[in-house]
């Protein structure tokens, strides 16, 4: 069984720039959540896909948006870089919306 | 509004010295409560998730409980491999989707 994966490791952007992170899920799992963590902080939850249509949305701006792919794998995409927006990006897949959440790696993004 | 809080922010132990972990919350419902393991600039690894009071879960050296406000993870006889930060998640009924976190506690065994 092959877990959730995340590309790219780390990624270093300057301040206006946009990016798009990306997440396959694990087998089975139709259900894939991006969460922003700070250091030192807990996760943060920006949104849900399940199967393709966002569903549920935390405190983010517009600027960030995502998609959900047929096989389940989806994107992150943060416009207008800020240097707060410097932080990992997790992402999580489940079996349904409600059941528990197992992450990915994480992508490591820098703002300068 | 639903919150998590995590207490100690940071334990140290000596190999072998068992103790607690708390995460006490408040929510509207509570639907799940999860326990996580992060390892340093990694992604959480799933531990236990609890769904009513007075329920436990087992692990090797951890053992997880849960009341009406709060969850304690317990650590017997650690390791210095069990070194990591323990995040808490709660998961509302009305919300269902979204896990709540705390801040986690950042645990040091010392061999």
């Known amino acids: 069984e092959t877990g959730v994966t995340q590309s790219p490791t780390h990624l270093i952007k300057t301040r206006g720039q946009q990016v798009t992170l990306r997440c396959s899920s694990q087998?089975?799992?139709?259900?894939v959540s991006w969460y922003q963590q700070a250091l030192g902080q807990g996760p943060q939850f920006i949104f849900q896909?399940?199967?393709?249509?966002?569903?549920g949305r935390g405190n983010f701006p517009p600027r960030f948006s995502g998609l959900q792919f047929p096989n389940y794998s989806s994107e992150l995409n943060v416009n207008a870089l800020e240097l707060d927006d410097s932080a990992l990006y997790l992402c999580?897949?489940?079996?349904?919306?409600?059941?528990?959440?197992?992450f990915g790696p994480g992508t490591r993004l820098t703002v300068l | 509004e639903d919150q998590v809080t995590q207490s100690p922010e940071a334990l140290r132990l000596q190999e072998g010295e068992s103790s607690s972990l708390n995460c006490s919350y408040t929510v509207s419902g509570l639907r799940g409560l999860f326990w996580y393991r992060q390892d340093p600039g990694k992604g959480p690894e799933f531990l236990f998730t609890l769904y009513s009071a007075g329920e436990e879960k087992e692990k090797e050296r951890l053992k997880a409980t849960l009341t009406k406000k709060e969850s304690f993870l317990h650590i017997t006889a650690p390791k210095p491999e069990d070194s990591a930060t323990y995040l808490c998640a709660v998961q509302a009924e009305y919300n269902f989707n979204k896990f709540y976190f705390g801040s986690g506690t950042k645990l040091n065994v010392k061999p």
């Open positions: 087998s089975g799992h139709n259900t």
């Open positions: 896909y399940y199967r393709e249509e966002e569903n």
């Open positions: 999580a897949s489940s079996y349904l919306a409600e059941d528990t959440q197992y």
